[in-house]
């Protein structure tokens, strides 16, 4: 017995041997993690200073745009953007939401978008006012002035209980009528193929919130239907006194249908240069040059 077990003894590895094969084993393997720390930290950085640098040049671009109503000076507009996205799929690098109008409902939403082109910029804007306003671009030669949008068309949200007197309880309320909308888009990714169709996402959490009691407005909110992240449709849904009211505008070229409790609700035509849509302006603008010495 004592001699079997001193053989077994002696084959199995010792403390100092196994400490040794152990080190062999682990050692490596944490500096291929650390390294792959190291690396996705840098990444990371890297994405941040990126993410940093194209968020200033959209800015940049954002302080050459003055919306003017018919009646009054330039609008101030609220000073960061109210939505940021990227949409690799359909070549969206950045973009971004800036809103006109610091109380009331906004007169226009405008969005600012890199594509894989690094030397401009896509500029949408959609005019949410009640008359149409004037979009000025800087001094920039060859940007004219022009003259967008009109009544923003609101139809009476139906089988709906009426705005509740208090304003936290029609908040609660502007999301629940939201989920009761559905919408998708005809869309071709590639500009050759046939026509898909895509679900698009409601945005649950509103992109800005107001109040305008002057003219009507208990509470109102803009939601967002998405293409993933990219937005395809800005929903206005407002509570009056009685009812509730709804519309939409376009913030992408696609055709889009919006159904409300199953039913149609709103029809969207695809845009295109012979099919105006009276509240949407599409423009490219150079991009603007970083101060590098900053």
């Known amino acids: 017995m004592s001699a ?14 196994t400490r040794l094969v152990i080190s ?4 490596p393997l944490v500096v291929v993690l650390l390294a792959g720390l190291s690396s996705a930290q840098e990444v990371d950085e890297t994405a941040d200073t990126d993410r940093k ?7 940049m671009a954002a302080d050459e745009l003055s919306v003017l109503p018919p009646d009054r000076d330039e609008v101030q507009r609220i000073e ?18 800036w809103c006109w109008g610091q109380a009331g409902r906004p007169l226009a939403l405008i969005t600012i978008a890199r594509d894989q082109r ?23 030669v060859g940007y004219p002035e022009q003259a967008i949008g009109e009544l923003l068309p609101m139809k009476v949200v139906p089988e709906v209980e009426p705005p509740d007197p208090t304003a936290q309880r029609r908040r609660s309320q502007l999301k629940l009528i939201a989920r009761r909308f559905k919408a998708v888009e005809m869309w071709d990714n590639d500009g050759e193929t046939e026509l898909q169709r895509y679900e698009l996402r409601l945005l649950t959490k509103p992109i800005h919130q107001y109040s305008d009691p002057q003219n009507g407005i208990l509470s109102g909110a803009i939601f967002l239907f998405n ?8 929903m206005v849904l407002e509570a009056h006194q009685n009812d509730w009211k709804c519309g939409f505008g376009r913030m992408g070229w696609a055709q889009a249908k919006v159904t409300y409790n199953g039913q149609p609700f709103f ?12 509240q949407y302006l599409m423009m490219m603008i150079p991009t603007p040059k970083l101060d590098s010495t900053k």
């Open 4 to 17: 079997k077990w001193d053989s077994i003894n002696h084959r199995l590895p010792t403390r100092s041997c």
């Open 24 to 27: 062999k084993i682990i050692c």
């Open 53 to 59: 640098a194209s968020l200033a040049m959209m800015r």
């Open 80 to 97: 960061s953007p109210i939505y940021r996205y990227h949409d690799p799929a359909r070549k969206f690098v950045d973009g971004s939401i």
């Open 118 to 140: 690094p030397d401009r910029l896509m500029v949408e804007t959609l005019a949410l006012a009640d008359s149409p306003i004037r979009l000025r671009v800087g001094t920039r």
């Open 227 to 234: 293409y993933g992240s990219n937005p395809e449709l800005a």
């Open 267 to 278: 029809d969207q035509q695809a845009f295109s240069f012979r099919n105006r849509d009276p």
